[in-house]
């Protein structure tokens, strides 16, 4: 596709499910990032790949917040026993580089939602 | 990392111009001005960036004091599509985009 695809749209879980967000980024491009958005508030950084590599978890909330990218390609956000707090927009986003003079490329997102 | 100020919101009639400011004073030489804006219901989309230079694209203007201590994004005729929170972030070496609050830009018919 043309840009980052996220999946799902939207997912509802019940409290203490684990829950499983995929992002597919534009191809050939070497960074990933993954950022939560609150009602209401701008998007917080969770974390960075650049590749495979993750170079950078210093956002994520706590240690049932789990991110991969095995293949340098295909990310998959991935969040053990949800809380209530956890219920945010998850959004995913993709650049050829992760330098300073490059646009970096969003998803839609997917909004999580924890009953 | 280096903050960015803006107000939390702006009004403009639709096919005027719309002139947002951010004031960084804690700017490094180093650090690139990005703007992004995000629709309702949407991922942040990409607007524009530059370093010293004012910068001009199909979607808007940027224009960055000489002091490089705020900017100003120009959109020079504003749709009810322009409706949006426009978020101004520095970029160094960090590879993060750091969002703030940014700026709810309310178009009228």
């Known amino acids: 596709g043309a840009g980052v695809s996220q999946s799902p749209r939207y997912k509802v879980a019940k409290r203490g499910q684990d829950v499983a967000l995929r992002c597919d980024p534009i191809s050939g491009h070497v960074s990933l990032f993954w950022y939560q958005q609150a009602l209401g508030q701008g998007p917080e950084f969770l974390t960075y790949f650049q590749n495979e590599a993750q170079l950078d978890k210093s956002g994520l909330p706590s240690d049932r917040f789990f991110a991969e990218r095995p293949e340098g390609s295909v990310s998959t956000l991935k969040i053990q026993r949800t809380q209530q707090e956890d219920s945010a927009v998850y959004l995913c986003a993709s650049s050829l580089a992760g330098m300073a003079n490059t646009e970096a490329f969003f998803g839609q997102g997917t909004r999580l939602t924890v009953v | 990392d280096a903050k960015t100020t803006q107000p939390n919101s702006m009004e403009s009639n639709e096919e005027e111009p719309v002139h947002l400011p951010c004031n960084h004073s804690t700017i490094s030489g180093t650090d690139y001005i990005h703007w992004y804006r995000q629709l309702p219901s949407q991922g942040p989309e990409y607007v524009i960036h530059?370093?010293?230079s004012n910068v001009n694209n199909r979607m808007a203007s940027l224009a960055i004091a000489e002091d490089r201590k705020s900017s100003t994004l120009i959109l020079h005729r504003a749709t009810l599509r322009d409706a949006a929170v426009y978020y101004c972030i520095l970029r160094d070496r960090d590879y993060k985009l750091s969002f703030g609050a940014g700026t709810t830009v309310t178009v009228r018919a």
């Open positions: 530059g370093l010293t």
